[in-house]
């Protein structure tokens, strides 16, 4: 059975991987999903120029029953260097993408220099959609700063470049979005980053579960499995065929993998699940991704990739 993909070149031997944000922010944590078997790339912890700590703690909290996850990080990493250091020193036979998550246009412009006249031969996610930074709206919702940045960008930047959407609710919006990356070269669009600013409540204490923003942070998991299959959908049947998609969201079952592929994407990732369940769940999940293969009598993911039916 072949579970490979292929993007701007660069193939992957498994088509899962983490979720930026989710066991990727030290070098211990990005070895240990190189290292796993089932994993076929990895993604780093979107960097900002200078390491960050983050918001304060309670910051992540988990539902009960992997119903999904609130987080409210803050976009704490170890600062530009220390990822540029790991994956220009790693010898991977894995692609890495290297996620960057800069506070202003300047500051992601001036990471993508850095980036195009360095070494790093793998690709570039660009983080535009984290929803907890106090005070800094998600860049993708503002479509004349996605337009402006991406120009700017793709004026100098050549090495393969993608992008990470928050998730759109209105068709205008799949449509409006669809027709600004179009205009560019981009290798991959990942959609999509956790849904922004929901609230959980304890019922014992009638609190927030986490600290930052009177309790509002993104949330992931089964909880948002279908926001990201309509934004996978909506994308795959909008964007050029050249730009592939990297599906996020609600991926706690081998079901939800097939889901993903079956709605348009390339490569899966995994982040609430992931963090619940260590990187053990790669090979749980590809097992059981392999037993739907198998049992609907496809050998590899391309035969039914997009192939999702509606009712006539
Ligand atoms: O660090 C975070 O709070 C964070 C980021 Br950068 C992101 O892109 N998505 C998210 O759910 N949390």
Redesign the pocket.
Known sequence: MNLTATIAGFNFEHVMLNA??VMCQTAEELDSVLASAHTGAVVTK?ATTNLRP??PAP?YYELPNTLGTI??????NEGFDYYMDYVTKKQSQKPIFFSI?GLSKQENLDMLHQLQDSEFSGLVEL?L?????PGKPQTAYDFEATQAILTEAFAFFKKPLGV?LPPYFDIVHFDDIANILNQFPLAFVNTI??IGNGLVIDDDTDTVVIKPKGGF??I?GTLVKATALANVRALRLRLNPEIKIIGTGGVTSGRDVYDHILCGADLVEVGSQLAIEGVAVFERLERELADIITKKGYSSLAEFRGQLKVIA
């Open positions: 930026a944000g979107s983050g918001n910051r987080n409210s990080m803050g976009l704490p998550a983080n959609s984290c929803p907890n930074v990470k980053n956790s942070g993104g992931g």
